[in-house]
């Protein structure tokens, strides 16, 4: 059965701190990786990862994918309070028939 | 561009009681997914399609139904809702399979069902 887990479940920190997110998998036929990002509605996509040590960044944030050690790390750096929101990952994979897996999310909450 | 849309925002059935969720996208996606999100769970695939008039099921289709008649609707149907079906529903969309390429999920705002 595939698997997504994400840790820590939830962060409390200041602004201005750095944060990392934490996403490992183990599923069959790995095809890529996913962040989103929720706040109060739907997700909103942040990244998608498919080759391993190629940084992917946006602003503050960033990713990384090591497909050895099968994990991927969402970075938050100089976090502000709009940052506060859940940060999910998924990972797609399967040959024919895809398959999209969420993990639970990391609940992030970043106070003033 | 409206996106993606869901109707209603929020619902209250009685258990036994019938209702359908609509999701309509403007984008000329080919790919449409149902998700459900319950606290500590994540989001978990209910029914998706692949295109008009095909429907497939998710990691938990039991007690759903869905239809994709025209190609930016896709419909969920709880034929006798039960308490356990009380959740946060996601409608999503991709042009094709999300995770491949440049294809991004785009999600709706969700609907809030409440089953007594």
């Known amino acids: 059965e595939d698997k997504v887990v994400q840790s820590p479940l939830s962060l409390v920190v200041h602004e201005g701190d750095t944060v990392t997110l934490n996403c490992s998998y183990e599923v069959t036929n790995f095809r890529s990786l996913l962040w989103y990002k929720q706040e109060k509605k739907a997700p909103t996509f942040l990244f998608m990862l498919t080759s391993s040590g190629i940084e992917k960044k946006s602003g503050r944030l960033s990713s990384i994918l090591d497909k050895k050690e099968l994990f991927s790390i969402l970075n938050i750096t100089a976090t502000q309070t709009g940052d506060s929101a859940i940060y999910l990952c998924a990972t797609l994979s399967g040959g024919s028939n895809y398959k999209l897996t969420f993990g639970k999310g990391t609940l992030l909450t970043v106070n003033p | 561009n409206a996106g993606v849309t869901q109707t209603p925002k929020f619902r209250v059935l009685k258990t036994g009681q019938s209702m359908t969720l609509l999701c309509a996208q403007d984008m000329n996606h080919e790919y449409m997914y149902w998700y459900r999100q319950d606290p500590g769970m994540g989001l978990r695939l209910i029914h998706y399609?692949?295109?008009?008039?095909?429907?497939a099921k998710g990691e938990v289709p039991d007690g759903y139904n869905v239809s994709r008649l025209k190609k930016q609707n896709f419909l969920l149907g709880l034929e006798s809702a039960a308490p356990s079906q009380t959740s946060v529903y996601f409608c999503a969309s991709s042009y094709l399979q999300a995770g491949v390429g440049n294809n991004e999920q785009f999600f709706g705002p969700g609907t809030r069902l409440t089953v007594l």
């Open positions: 399609s692949v295109g008009e008039g095909t429907t």
